[in-house]
């Protein structure tokens, strides 16, 4: 874990490089991409059974697309993690 203050200006920068700075993107990305969002998705992830990536590719998909038939079934964990976000985010702008 490392502490918000030592990764503020290397994700300053970043958001300058991709012209972020003034945005609604900026404040949300480091939030998003958090620990705590890498934790969110791993466990949704580990509830999907094995079987369905071997059901898709036994249906003809081919094992580097197996992200587009697993995709949809990710999109509720997603929107948690984009509510989560923007409350967070939120939270830290209004100074409270």
């Not at 890498?38 to 990536?53: C, N, S, V, W, Y």
């Not at 249906?59 to 923007?86: D, E, M, Q, R, V």
Request: charged share 10%; hydrophobic share 45%.
């Amino acid at each position: 874990m490392v502490p918000q203050a030592v990764i503020v200006i290397p994700l300053f920068h970043n958001d300058g490089c991709v012209r972020w700075v003034d945005t609604y993107q900026g404040p949300d990305r480091p939030v998003a991409f958090s620990s705590f969002g890498t934790f969110l998705l791993r466990q949704f992830f580990l509830t999907i059974p094995a079987g369905t990536g071997d059901a898709a590719r036994a249906t003809g998909i081919a094992h580097a697309h197996t992200a587009h038939y697993l995709l949809p079934l990710s999109l509720p964990a997603l929107g948690l993690l984009a509510l989560f976000t923007f409350t967070v985010s939120g939270i830290r702008s209004s100074g409270r």
